[in-house]
Each structure stands twice: as C-alpha cells, then as structure tokens.
C-alpha cells in the first residue's frame, strides 16, 4: 500500500481514523497527504519500505520520538503512528498553515520579510528550538533551507520534516543535504551529533540574512559545472568562508551574489563577527570551536532589544 487513494481510511494505533482528502507533496522518503479526523485537519505522512534503509529501525524511532514528546512548540512533530501495513506505515501531525512560507523560497526572493525585526525574531526562535531539541537528548541529523517555514509578518517559525530527528547514538541512517553538511561528516566519515547540528543551523541563519551560502564566492562561480569532486572541494575538502577577514581568495563576485555583497555591510558588528566566528577556519577544521545555539540565541537577543532595524 505505497500509495494512497482520497477517501481512503487510515487508523492510528491509538484508534484514531483519518480520512485521506489530498496529497499535498512528495518527497524521497515519502508522501504527505491532508487527512481529516475527529481532531480536525491534519497531514499524514506515508513510507513505503523501498524508500527506507531500515524500516524497522525507521519507523521505531519515529514512534519513541512521539513517546518522548516534542521538545519545543516550533517543531511539527509526530502525534499518532499507524500499524505497519505491508510494506508501508506513516503518522499523523500538524499541517502547515499557509501564512506559513518555505525559507528557500525567502532565500531566492519569492517571498519576503515584513521587517527586519521580524528575520530576528525567525532567527531566534530557530536558535531557541535547536537548544531545546538537543537539551532533550535529539540531534536533527539533516537540517537546511527546506525544514524551516516562516510567517514573513511576525517572524514564527514552524520547523518540519522531522521524521529524521533521533537520540543522540540512535540512529545515523541520513548524511544530510549537500552544502549544509559538516565538513567531518563528508571527510572524517563522522557521525552526526550536536557539533554537526550548529554547523547546519550557522549555515541556514546566514542563509536567512545574506541570501547567500557561506562558503560561494569566487570558488564556485570559477567552475563551469558543479559535479561531485568540485563540491567536496568547496564545501568540504577546502571551505573558505565568503567574508574571511584574513583570506580573500573566495569573495562574492559582482553581479552574481548580490545578496552577500548588498546586506554583509548593514549587519551588525556583532552579528558579523559571529558569522565570522561560525565559518573561519578555526570552526571548518573544530567542531568544538563552532558557535553554540546559546551563542546565537544571545546574538538574536540582543537585535531585538536593541531593535535593529538594518539601517
């Protein structure tokens, strides 16, 4: 049962039965629908074994993360686990609102903030959801543009496709998304953990504010194709942070990054030399060195009392 149909009945293993009405997405993992039950409109998401490296373990460690609870109200976290059926299983939670928009999206312009106080305020409810994820003993494992969703006005965030979250030592089936991998994960064959987890998060915070990735600049507009070999150079082998005080040779390029080079220079000294201080080469080549997710709730903080406004 890969796939399923509208109008469909699936029942919890709590006896809770939802009514499929329509599928709203799909991904490598599996399938999202909008089910209806008694407690109201909800998303399902359904796995099919073929999709999955390890189905059992897969699917026992969404049902103890469920177990556990959710460690923070910014995360959509699994509420209700089917039975296995055949080869497939999925589980229930919020559906997104639709004021709700994808980071990505806000990264190539398609959506946009209402101000800056309100990318500040995205920005430590980020930073606050990470701390409480890894106080509660969980690394995300797989965190980038695509996990985030946004209101633009006020600034609330909603993290989601947390199917991958596990306790720390648990499990390490998933590497990541390309260029928001930890540099030891892809050269040291290290697993994942806390120190993998703020490099990522560093990543998708500056996402949030430059429009840019940290580490494309010169170096990547130099190459005609971006295949495997060059990307493990850039991002893992050979990173050099786009705004490195002390080494210029990956600089944003006129004309291609104008994000990094129009809105580096209104940030905030301090915001500046976190960034700096999350992408030197101190922090590429030590994971103990990386900023904290307290460093950045602080920094965050502090452009809301201060109220930043970018000018």
Request: hydrophobic share 40%; aromatic share 12%.
């Amino acid at each position: 049962m890969a796939n399923l149909m509208k109008y469909q009945e699936i029942k919890t293993k709590d006896g809770q039965m939802f009514v499929v009405s329509e599928k709203l997405g799909e991904g490598g993992q599996g399938a999202v629908y909008a089910v209806a039950g008694e407690s109201g409109i909800k998303a399902l998401k359904w796995y099919s074994r073929k999709k999955l490296l390890n189905f059992e373990k897969f699917y026992a460690n969404i049902e103890n993360n469920m177990k556990k609870g959710k460690p923070s109200n910014v995360f959509i976290w699994p509420e209700a686990i089917t039975e296995k059926q055949e080869d497939s299983f999925g589980y229930v939670m919020d559906i997104l609102p639709t004021d709700y928009k994808e980071l990505t999206k806000i990264i190539i312009g398609r959506e946009n903030f209402k101000s800056v106080m309100a990318m500040s305020n995205a920005s430590l409810q980020i930073a606050s959801g990470f701390n409480k994820l890894h106080q509660k003993g969980y690394i995300f494992q797989d965190f980038n543009d695509g996990n985030v969703y946004i209101n633009p006005t006020d600034g609330n965030v909603l993290i989601c496709d947390t199917d991958n979250v596990c306790e720390f030592g648990k499990l390490y089936n998933v590497i990541g998304k390309s260029q928001y991998i930890a540099p030891e994960i892809i050269t040291d064959n290290a697993n994942p953990d806390v120190n993998t987890d703020v490099f990522s998060l560093s990543i998708v915070l500056f996402m949030l504010w430059i429009n840019n990735h940290p580490l494309e600049g010169k170096a990547a507009v130099a190459v005609p194709l971006m295949d495997e070999k060059t990307e493990r150079k850039i991002y893992y082998e050979n990173p050099v942070f786009i705004w490195d005080p002390s080494n210029d040779t990956n600089r944003p390029v006129n004309g291609i990054h104008k994000g990094a080079i129009d809105r580096w220079p209104i940030l905030p000294k301090y915001l500046q030399e976190t960034f700096i201080k999350a992408f030197g080469k101190e922090a590429l080549n030590n994971p103990q060195k990386r900023v904290s997710n307290q460093e950045w709730i602080n920094i965050f903080n502090r452009m809301i009392e201060e109220k930043f406004e970018g000018n």
